[in-house]
């Protein structure tokens, strides 16, 4: 691992890596925020365009991470400095936009591993090079889908969940189709795995309550999130959680900064 | 003036504007945050190769703002748009570097008026628009250097003034020197006007303590800001002043961001 940047921020340190990285077999990025003691890790995977410098810059989060003694680890969104077919041409589609799928088409399978990059890769870091072992996951638009997916998939791995105006059902969006037939084909079998309200109504549940925020004046709300999707199949399974629609909230980092106190203190209580 | 974007942030809203300055003779931006219930306003000074959008993104200074009812606007740091000798050479002259002066050289004395910019139109806009006439300024680095000027010259317009990392003494550092040289010609008399440091020399001095927070490992501190230039004058002129170094903090916006609750409760002292 090489350390790119360090900033002492509130009680710890933030600070920018990056690492050869086997499952895009590129040079990945991320960012992290240390405390003085941390007693766990929460890794927020960011949403479209962004990269590992987005939730770390506008969040705010540093102040609660310090005052509650968690660790934050940012990841990128996608493998970068490739230029497979197609990668760079639209915000919503390759490069900022890996959406956390193992891709099987042609190109994209051979580097765009994000789903194993943060379950294999990033997880192993926190345990070995910062000895977290207890490990929370949360983020925002597709890391939202991210975050959801990685965790119910994987409960026994991530002990909380929560998200930010999450993609919750990709398979059944313009945003998600497009990703998921980018980078799955055409089988929609395929898309199942990584379709957060699809896995909740195949019962892949978790054992603690999922904490959601979502803007009601949010513009992707009713065409690309499609929030009630996956309210509708937790409540179907039995699944606890707890979805805030925020009034007058939009999509912004603004947003995630008025409440992201309330999902590190969600994350707190099962990583103390 | 036209109201660019909006976005709810915790009990208020950070807004993005634009209009047609006199100062400039450009079309100049700025953005504020407005709680619920303002009684006060900060005007915000940015850097070097700043805008309207670092500290309203990067603060994470609403949360506190929200707490204690209070505004803030920040302005752009230089007239855009135009395309005068030498002005987007350089990071640290022209674009992005206005410096806060009331420019005399060919074409910048068209334009770069940044000094009545701040003092004129932002303060009226304060009052007019936005109905706040309880006014303190602050800034980081050149906008420190900005917010002691204006304040030290100003002290019946602004009722306190703070400082991260300020520029203290530019007719004796190189970014100043070259900004000074640039914008106001060779007559070192006419530099004076701008250096914090020689106006407290000269009693220019404010009836509210000063508070600096300067970091110990900011790589501009002992070439650049030479912080305690002003403290030793400030002692000399029995200004009341407070200069908070800060072990380890760098020049960056994390470092802001630890330490601006302090300054929005040093001002709210003034405009409550």
């Not at 479209?48 to 310090?66: D, M, R, V």
């Not at 994000?114 to 207890?134: A, C, H, P, Q």
């Not at 409540?235 to 925020?246: G, I, N, R, S, T």
Request: glycine share 8%.
């Amino acid at each position: 691992m090489n350390l790119i940047k360090t900033h002492k921020t509130f009680n710890g340190v933030t600070q920018f890596w990056s690492h050869p990285s086997k499952s895009t077999k590129t040079e990945m990025k991320f960012s992290t925020f240390i405390p003085e003691n941390p007693t766990g890790a929460i890794i927020w995977l960011s949403g479209l365009t962004c990269n590992e410098e987005n939730f770390i810059t506008k969040a705010g989060a540093q102040k609660y991470l310090s005052e509650h003694n968690l660790m934050v680890i940012c990841p990128d969104t996608s493998p970068r400095g490739l230029n497979l077919p197609g990668e760079h041409d639209a915000y919503d589609f390759g490069s900022g936009a890996g959406f956390y799928v193992n891709a099987e088409t042609p190109g994209y399978k051979d580097h765009y591993k994000m789903y194993d990059y943060i379950l294999d890769e990033i997880v192993t870091i926190l345990k070995e090079e910062f000895k977290m072992t207890k490990v929370s996951i949360m983020g925002h638009s597709m890391g939202g889908h991210g975050a959801l997916v990685l965790g119910l998939r994987n409960p026994n791995v991530f002990r909380s969940i929560s998200a930010f105006s999450p993609i919750v059902h990709p398979s059944a969006c313009p945003w998600g189709e497009k990703a998921f037939k980018g980078y799955l084909g055409e089988n929609k079998e395929e898309w199942m795995k990584y379709d957060a309200t699809e896995l909740m109504k195949l019962g892949y549940k978790h054992d603690q309550k999922i904490l959601i925020h979502q803007g009601t004046h949010d513009e992707f709300l009713t065409k690309e999130l499609l929030t009630t999707d996956f309210i509708d199949a937790c409540v179907a399974q039995e699944q606890d959680q707890e979805a805030v629609f925020c009034e007058e909230y939009d999509h912004s980092y603004y947003f995630i900064s008025t409440f992201i106190e309330d999902h590190i203190l969600h994350h707190k209580k099962y990583l103390s």
